[in-house]
């Protein structure tokens, strides 16, 4: 399998992430990417290439041009007022408030973002618009005929909206290749997450849409980040009702119990007959991993990308989560490996 990617990616390199009520080192860190292409490399699961360049429509057939301007200019909006450390929010657009855009760059981040972790920083454009590239070109090479590809995107993308940031995710990348599936001529397409937290931004974006399937299992919102969105009952709206679907699962979830999961979501996939699927991958279900709950070792992954291979579909993996750095690598490249060997055999 194919891999695209991005030096870029080390621009967005936070010093500060908001955690446990500290600022610590982010769990989303330029090594995440360098373990996972380092193992690509080691394990010669195909050849790296770096993306094609695809502009800004892609990005804008997703998100508004109002909130792409913030995070270009926010940064540099929050050192000009006199801040010192790095862009964190401190207040938000709680329960019965006005939603009106403050205009001060305090309020913004407030407007913008969707939780407090994430720092916005200079780079971080810059990588988050690399990651997008990343993505479209792995989108192009499953146009063109590929049976799988691996789009390595760093900084990741599913808890981006159109409209807000947060949960490290900048840019949605697999909502913005979606859309490009879709504006080049693809009747149905499905995005799978498997990441352990709920794909909160891609859901979002695509709820009232019966062209785009969205399937995602996850830690339990009453449990785990993102907290507000994921629940079971949400099935989608108008046009898109039936066509987003949840499986939220609580701490200490298994490999069985998940894959049981994971054989519905297939299934369900295998109904609505895409033209393409897109994996959000994620390797945070793995049992250490440091901010997550579910028991997912590293063989389970070879087992998880052989299950999404037998779904016999044009197949876009793009990097999502995974936080225990040392073993990111391996879990993933194992989900790619297990992916192949089914392709092959
Ligand atoms: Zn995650």
């Known amino acids: 399998m194919e891999t695209i ?20 080192q982010p769990h989303e860190r330029p090594s995440r990417a360098e373990f996972v292409i380092d193992r690509v490399r080691k394990t010669d699961l195909g050849p790296v290439s770096d993306p094609d360049e695809f502009g800004m429509d892609p990005i804008f057939a997703i998100h508004e041009d109002h909130f792409v301007e913030f995070l270009k200019t926010a940064p540099a909006r929050w050192k000009e007022a006199g801040f010192e450390g790095e862009a964190i929010p ?40 690399a990651s997008a590239q990343v993505a479209l070109t792995g989108a192009e090479r499953i146009r063109a ?105 609580p701490p200490g979830t298994s490999f069985d119990v998940w894959r049981a999961a994971l054989a519905k979501a297939l299934d369900c996939i295998a109904d609505y007959n895409p033209d393409f699927l897109i994996i959000s991958l994620g390797v945070d279900t793995f049992e250490t991993d440091p901010i997550s709950f579910f028991k997912l070792k590293s063989d389970d992954f070879t087992t998880l990308g052989a299950d999404i291979a037998a779904a016999n579909l044009p197949t876009q993996f793009i990097m999502e989560g995974g936080y225990d750095v040392d073993e990111i690598g391996v879990n993933a490249v194992n989900v790619l490996q297990g992916f192949d060997a089914v392709v092959a055999s």
């Open 90 to 129: 401190t207040t938000w657009v709680a329960r019965r408030m006005s939603g009106i855009r403050p205009n001060f760059i305090e309020g913004q981040l407030g407007y913008y973002a969707l939780a407090g972790e994430t720092s916005l920083t200079d780079g971080t454009w810059e990588a988050a618009y």
């Open 5 to 24: 990617y991005s030096e870029k990616h080390k621009l967005r390199d936070a010093k500060t992430e908001l955690f446990g009520g500290k600022l610590v």
């Open 145 to 249: 005929g590929a049976r799988g590809v691996f789009s390595l995107c760093r900084p990741p993308g599913h808890h981006a909206t159109a409209d807000m940031y947060g949960g490290y995710c900048f840019l949605n990348n697999a909502a913005i290749c979606a859309q490009h599936f879709v504006d080049n001529g693809a009747r149905r397409v499905a995005i799978l997450d498997v990441d352990f937290h709920h794909g909160n931004g891609t859901q979002d974006i695509f709820y009232d849409r019966d062209d785009v399937l969205f399937i995602s299992l996850h830690g339990d919102p009453l449990e785990a980040f993102p907290y507000h969105l994921g629940h079971a009952s949400e099935t989608g709206e108008g046009a898109g009702a039936g066509f987003n679907l949840n499986f939220p699962m």
